[in-house]
């Protein structure tokens, strides 16, 4: 959002939580960002914290594809992300998952709403919603091919 509101030179009189990337399109750079949250919202809910070296990922609901609800990935020596190695390493998902857990407070003090994934029934945008589950989504909205 803040990229193309920049880039339309529309001021919106209010701060994001995002970067405007329009420095790169005209040849500059940005500053470096160490740790961000992430999230995912297409078939299942989940979020996470990402740093250089760790990819935390927290579902927010049960995984279709039979993942556990907890996955951290040591990104420097696994970046494919093939090892979850969150039962091996607690006490840095518990580290990941407060610096989560804070950001996502000070978010929601600063905006003065709760974080919308945790209440966003319409994730999808299809308006056939609210589902169970990821599993209830993928049925419904998954692409059925043609033969």
């Known amino acids: 959002m803040p990229t193309i509101l920049e880039l339309l030179e529309v001021d919106a009189g209010i701060a994001f939580d ?8 005209k040849g500059g750079s940005l500053p470096a960002r160490e740790e961000f949250y992430i999230t995912e919202c297409t078939w299942m809910r989940k979020h996470g914290w990402r740093t250089p070296k760790w990819k935390l990922v927290v579902a927010l609901e049960p995984d279709f594809h039979g993942k556990p609800p907890v996955e951290l990935y040591d990104l420097e020596n696994d970046p ?8 091996i390493h607690p006490e840095t998902v518990d580290l990941l998952k407060r610096r989560m857990e804070e950001h996502i407070a000070a978010r929601e003090a600063a905006t003065g709403r709760k ?7 319409n994730w999808h945008g299809l308006g ?10 993928y049925e419904a909205l998954r692409i059925r091919y043609l033969r």
């Open 18 to 25: 995002g970067l405007s990337l329009a420095a790169l399109f």
């Open 128 to 137: 056939t919603g609210p589902f169970a589950s990821s599993r209830e989504a």
């Open 80 to 87: 494919l992300e093939l090892e979850n190695v969150a039962e």
């Open 115 to 121: 974080n919308p994934m945790y209440t966003n029934t």
